[in-house]
Nanobody, 119 residues
Framework: QVQLVETGGGLVQAGDSLTLSCTTS???????MGWYRQAPGKQRELVAF??????????NYAESVKGRFTISRDNAENTVFLQMNSLKPEDTAVYFC???????????WGQGTQVTVSS
């Protein structure tokens, strides 16, 4: 099975930065990777997602994080990062790595990493 390992969560103050990372156990036939988050009492929502195509720089961001968060991946395309700047208390959530693989596409999820932003 596909396994995803997430690191980088923690407790920070408003205005600080964090970088999350996610590494997959397999590198072939990956359609895309991204990050979702779920706050207490809320539904899981998309934060950022990038497609693995011959074109570069194709990404989707939640409106609430545009201009503050940046998603990227390494040259091997088996690790994805989420750089989070200017963090706000409303960014507090469990952040989950997501990878889409195969045909038909199947989604796989990491265990999540907690991000807590205090004011």
């Amino acid at each position: 099975q596909v396994q995803l390992v997430e690191t980088g969560g923690g407790l920070v103050q408003a205005g600080d930065s964090l970088t999350l990372s996610c590494t997959t156990s397999r590198i072939f036939r990956i359609n895309g990777m991204g990050w979702y988050r779920q706050a207490p009492g809320k539904q899981r929502e998309l934060v950022a997602f990038t497609a693995f195509t011959i074109s570069r720089g194709i990404t989707n961001y939640a409106e609430s994080v545009k201009g503050r968060f940046t998603i990227s991946r390494d040259n091997a395309e088996n690790t994805v990062f989420l750089q989070m700047n200017s963090l706000k208390p409303e960014d507090t959530a469990v952040y989950f790595c997501n990878v889409v693989i195969g045909n038909p596409p199947r989604a796989y999820w990491g265990q999540g990493t907690q991000v807590t932003v205090s004011s």
